[in-house]
């Protein structure tokens, strides 16, 4: 290890709270940044860690209550590292070397901390390499540690095993990072994406950090990229190139659909149960069937022999015109939109659907919920046959959803189908991906199986509190989460990587960053012609 990357000195700690790094003379404390790596040099073990705090302490406590005169450049110099000095909270998380295991098995998490006087050293690049792995077929370049130049690599196949959630709050990045997530996942071919995007940013075009629009999913990956739309004439407008005409029919719409909109249609208990009584009374027409109904004695007698009163029925009546008026809902569908994306995933096209101008939340729980419900019993019965059969199992299924805690809030999680397959956990090659401003909002259980967590800065300390809830050093780890800057900074951890990691995510949105984006097995010569089709 060079000299100039000493740090310091290990003077205490704990296994929980971490150590005490006193810096050397040489080093300034201003140099020092919450969230950077270290390395420390043990007696028997190499220890990879994370700073979490940085602080000033002096040897005599009368120069705090008395300090030195600051005009007197001479003095001032003496007491520094004499009667003053710096210091650092670093939290250990792996032993990297050493010891046999970390030799043979590589990078373990620690069970003991570096003795008293152990060097510790910035981390350097085949550091990050040993822990983090460098990019190839399976790890995608991420971003690179904050103040650092070396790439932070995640684990595709590994992140896509569970679900996953991206947080932070409003103008902070979520939507930049999701983006960079997916295109991870299509350039590796880890998965196949279902994407529900509310506000059109990962089809065809985005926008960048910087308000600039920039090149999305179907740009980049033309052949491996079906984009659906539920408004045909906003895509056009914005030079959309769609694959798929969305539209639902009366018929397609079942009461599981409605009772998750029940806080957004503002209906009571009574009346979500009245939905199941009058669809056993008029089956798969029952939506068109209940809306038309009117004040009359034979609607009353109806009623009468469903047990549901007057006003149960008015109520819900209001529920179910609001979804008529929605333009994308017909009475009857010339093609069942849940067969045709079907038909994409299962040959390996990743399906991203527009809502367009259609952003009000009712529109997109009942799209989202109503898709995701019947792809996943899909997936079901594919993987159930598989294991009958001993054969392959089906691409693995990520599905994204925005405003996350509409779906899956203590009210509803257990209820939905999103909140199923967050708690079983790819029981059947299927996983979210969600993605909020609010992680107070979902459920505590869910969040609990959620394998890999991204969060850009949050304000709410309730929010900071659930996204890190059960996480091993939480208080530190609280503290790097308060201290990101307001954009293009996160932290990422969890199940995908081997210990949390404060990040800048990678330039996206210049020619020179999308000849990263081809897929991996294409020669640098066939990117450069690709890049140059598609963008010059």
């Known amino acids: 290890m060079q000299q100039d990357n000493r740090l310091g000195i290990v003077v205490s700690g704990s296994l929980s709270k971490g150590v005490e790094v006193r810096l050397d003379n040489s080093t300034s404390v201003e140099d020092m940044v919450v969230g950077r790596y270290v390395t420390i040099e043990g007696q028997k073990q190499r220890f ?54 970390s030799i043979i098995e590589g990078p373990q998490p620690v069970k003991t901390i570096p003795s008293h006087f152990a060097t510790v050293n910035l981390a350097q690049q085949s550091d990050i390499e040993l822990v983090f792995g460098k990019e190839d077929k399976e790890r995608f370049w991420i971003g690179n540690p904050l103040d650092m130049e070396t790439k932070l690599c995640l684990s595709l196949p590994e992140f896509v095993k569970r679900s996953n959630g991206v947080f932070g709050k409003s103008g902070t990045g979520k939507t ?9 996942m299509l350039q590796k071919g880890a998965c196949v994406n279902l994407v529900f995007d509310m506000h059109s940013e990962y089809g065809w075009a985005g926008t960048s950090e910087k308000g600039r629009t920039v090149k999305a999913l179907k740009q980049l990956f033309p052949a491996k990229v079906a984009v659906f739309t539920l408004d045909e004439d906003n895509s056009r407008r914005r030079g959309v190139s769609t694959d798929f005409v969305v539209r639902m029919g009366y018929d397609e719409i079942e009461p599981e659909d409605i009772s998750l ?6 209906l009571t208990d009574q009346a979500v149960e009245a939905v199941y009584q009058v669809k056993r009374r008029f089956g798969k027409d029952w939506l068109r069937c209940t809306t038309e109904l009117e004040d009359s004695e034979e609607t009353r007698e109806v009623l ?5 009163h007057d006003s149960t029925f008015q109520n819900l009546q209001r529920g179910l015109n609001t979804i008529r008026r929605l333009p994308f809902i017909q009475e009857r569908s010339p093609n069942k939109v ?29 799209v989202a919920n109503l898709l995701t419900r019947r792809i996943y019993s899909h997936y079901r019965e594919r993987v159930e046959q598989a294991m009958a059969d001993g054969t392959a199992y089906p691409t693995p299924l990520v ?19 999103f909140g199923t397959i967050a708690r079983e956990m790819r ?29 850009c800065l949050l304000d709410n300390e309730r929010d900071r509190d659930s996204v890190l809830a059960g996480i091993p050093g939480k208080g530190e780890l609280k503290s790097v989460l308060a201290k990101l800057a307001t954009k293009q900074q996160a932290l990422i951890f969890g199940h995908a990587v081997p210990m949390p990691v404060a990040f800048q995510p990678r330039e996206y949105g210049s020619a020179e960053s999308y000849k990263h984006f081809t897929d991996f097995e294409d020669s640098d010569e066939q990117s450069e012609k690709d890049i140059e089709e598609l963008w010059d």
Do not use: C, W
């Open 261 to 266: 909109l029940r806080q957004t249609l503002n």
């Open 399 to 417: 599905i994204t959803i925005e405003e996350a805690h509409k779906f899956l809030n203590p009210e509803v999680a257990k209820q939905t189908i």
């Open 427 to 455: 029981k059947y090659n299927t996983t979210l991906l969600v993605i909020d401003q609010r992680p107070s909002g979902i459920d505590d259980e869910v969040m609990s199986q959620l394998g890999t967590k991204i969060t």
């Open 338 to 366: 849940v067969q045709q994306v079907l038909e994409y995933l299962v040959r390996g096209t990743n399906v991203v659907l527009e809502f367009g101008r259609y952003t009000d939340i009712t529109a997109y729980i009942l």
């Open 304 to 308: 009468n022999q469903l047990n549901i």
């Open 48 to 101: 990879f860690g994370m700073i979490s705090d940085v602080s000033l302490g002096v040897t005599d406590p009368n120069l705090s209550l008395k300090p030195p005169d600051t005009n007197d450049s001479f003095l001032t110099e003496v007491l520094v590292g004499s009667g003053t000095y710096g210091q650092l909270q670093v939290m250990p998380y792996l032993t990297i070397g050493g010891n046999v295991a």
């Open 176 to 184: 930049f990072l999701t983006r960079m997530l997916l295109i991870g």
